[in-house]
């Protein structure tokens, strides 16, 4: 890639960007490697940072929430492997962190001192900095399809329990062929696709089905937390 050429950032219901590259887990093949599981590929701007720390160990901790719901974890940042495995290291033996301790980070975390991944992917973001990557996350379906992107700045520690929500939010629209409301969470109202004619419009209006519409283009029904859970997530 030249210096000067122009990339297009991924966008939502692109194909995800395959690369090549080192991790602290082996050499990956991305999406490839994924297909068949969600996976949210994420960016951090440096190693050995607080911010960075807090949320590597935030995700390690969660990991195993994240597997039960199909999804595996990838970390990128511009530093080199010898780096991310110090850090890691360091994380794992020396820092305790709101109750978090000896936490080892077992997902990979790709090398990218060529910048190739991040700026491919819109993580390099020249006005917040052009030496880091912006705290990007890719939620990429098993279909290697980016399905929700998210940035955040440098300075900002992302939201672990709402990158869960979007992962689960998805994952329902997808097996219930409906969509999420507001802060929506399972066991909340889900929202049904507008009617298909006048007729059913007219019955939903009327309650005789069980669809709540508070008017013709907004109708919900209920969707039980557990027949959300037991569909997505693994025992
Ligand atoms: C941090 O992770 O603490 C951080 C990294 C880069 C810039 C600012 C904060």
């Not at 300075?155 to 929500?165: H, K, M, P």
């Amino acid at each position: 890639m030249n210096e000067n050429q122009v990339i297009a950032m991924p966008k939502i219901g692109d194909k995800a960007p395959e690369f090549k590259a080192v991790t602290t887990q082996g050499e990956i093949n991305f999406p490839s490697d994924y297909e068949g599981s969600w996976v949210i590929l994420f960016s951090h701007p440096a190693d050995f940072t607080p911010v960075c720390t807090s949320e590597f160990m935030t995700f390690a901790v969660m990991e195993e929430q994240f597997a039960k719901a199909n999804c595996k974890l990838v970390g990128l940042s511009v530093d080199g492997l010898y780096s991310h495995i110090a850090w890691l290291r360091t994380i794992k033996e020396k820092i305790e962190y709101r109750g978090m301790k000896d936490v080892e980070v077992k997902f990979p975390l790709i090398e990218d001192i060529t910048m190739e991944v991040s700026k491919r992917y819109g993580m390099i973001q020249p006005g917040e900095s052009s030496t880091k990557a912006v705290r990007a996350v890719f939620f990429v379906d098993p279909k290697g399809i980016i399905r929700t992107i998210i940035y955040y700045p440098l300075s900002l520690g992302r939201n672990f329990d709402e990158l869960y929500r979007v992962l689960i939010a998805l994952q329902t629209a997808d097996e219930f062929s409906v969509a999420t409301p507001a802060d929506w969470r399972p066991g909340d109202d889900v929202i049904v696709p507008p009617a298909g004619s006048c007729g059913v419009a007219k019955d939903r209006m009327e309650g005789k089905e069980d669809i709540k519409c508070y008017d013709w283009f907004f109708c919900t029904k209920k969707l039980d937390k557990d027949t959300v859970l037991k569909k997505l997530i693994k025992k």
